[in-house]
């Protein structure tokens, strides 16, 4: 059973710049996250909810590692755990970038910490993430006596979504060498990307065909409906036999995905993505391609919930004064991040 922690970028960015303070006598800074959980198909989801800093008080003078924080502050972390059912991730920053690693003295003294969270919710994982610069990794211990594992799946939900994943690897790809500007380990950041997309209809099918063209390699198709013969102008990769059958719309999204990219996982749902169990959840980025504002709100906020990048797409066509009007809108959410892009046009015989 593996562990995913998703770490929003605002909430990661305000530890740094805590952990950046100086201190009078203590080489770095230190702190706790406390994260609540969800449950994967997969394993377990670790979102950080909070953060206390260490106060300047509650750092005493060592004379093999410079210094250490006292009892009073592991107290306070130890309470907030038994107050809200949480884990808790002993936070410290490495000041260079790239992947941060465990260093003998971090391996040491958090063989020592760790086990007081179990004193009070031995239920409960518990750990130490390490920040960098521009990373982050984390260990956690899933009871007293065992050896900590790293977390293989670490995401940084931000502007741009980092993927930390210490697996993710992939030979060049030559369908995909003009995109090579992206960056040099595109590939395998594309192909473990997770994506979600509710309702596979004329604009879901559309972000299905572009993002198996893009490499991504993991997709999530929510649609309980069927293909019908007025879906024929708008919904990419239907034919007239898949009205005649009634063809699922998933299987239509499923085929096209595999007729590009035959390597391609998808994990097909032909029932509404609330019945689908913890399967969203999964995703590293949903895209909502529903009919209503109330269906918009529902993935948008189950999105949030789990700090999960949401984009949303729609269009219509209306008339009024005897013109038509083709209104789109383009929105994305995160946490810590709200915008919003609209376009409107008039259609025209010019």
């Known amino acids: 059973m593996s562990t995913q922690l998703r770490i929003p970028k605002p ?13 009078e006598f203590a080489f770095e ?43 009073g502050a592991i107290r306070i972390a130890m309470q907030q755990a038994l107050d809200n059912e949480v884990t808790v991730l002993h936070v410290h920053l490495h000041p260079h970038k790239g992947r941060p690693g465990m260093s003998a ?4 003294e958090s063989q020592k910490l760790i086990p007081s969270f179990f004193n009070v919710r031995p239920n409960r994982p518990h750990g130490a993430l390490i920040l960098s610069e521009d990373s982050a990794a984390a260990w956690l211990w899933t009871n007293k006596q065992d050896r900590p594992i790293v977390l293989r799946d670490v995401s940084i939900i931000g502007s741009p979504v980092r993927l930390l994943r210490r697996e993710a690897s992939a030979a060049p790809n030559p369908s995909l060498i003009r995109q090579s500007f992206l960056g040099t380990d595109v590939d395998a950041i594309l192909q473990t990307a997770k994506v979600a997309i509710v309702g596979l209809g004329g604009g879901g099918s559309h ?4 993002l198996v063209h893009l490499g991504i390699g993991h997709f ?8 019908h013969i007025s879906n024929l102008n708008r919904l990419v990769g239907a034919t007239l036999a898949d009205a005649v059958n009634a063809t699922k719309k998933v299987d239509v999204a499923e085929r096209y995905i595999a007729g590009v990219n035959p390597e391609a996982v998808v994990e097909r749902f032909d029932a509404k993505w609330q019945e689908s169990g913890f399967a969203i959840r999964e995703a590293d980025v949903v895209f909502g391609c529903v009919d209503t504002f109330l269906a918009r709100q529902e993935v948008e906020s189950t999105a949030r919930r789990y700090f999960i990048p949401y984009i949303d797409i729609g ?29 409107r046009m008039q259609l025209s015989h010019d």
């Open 29 to 71: 800074r230190v702190g706790f996250t406390f994260c609540r959980s969800g449950t994967l198909k997969s394993g377990n989801l670790l979102l950080p909810i909070s953060y206390n800093a260490v106060r300047d008080a509650d750092y005493l003078r060592d004379g093999t590692v410079g210094a250490r924080i006292g009892s």
């Open 105 to 108: 003295v971090d391996s040491s």
């Open 315 to 343: 269009m219509d066509v209306t008339k009024q004064d005897g013109k038509h009007y083709t209104a789109g809108q383009v929105r994305s959410r995160m946490s810590g991040y709200v915008w919003l892009r609209l376009c």
């Open 11 to 23: 909430f990661i960015d305000n530890v740094r710049e805590d952990l950046r303070r100086p201190h």
């Open 220 to 227: 999530l198709l929510f649609d309980p409906d069927v293909v």
């Open 207 to 210: 972000i299905a065909q572009q």
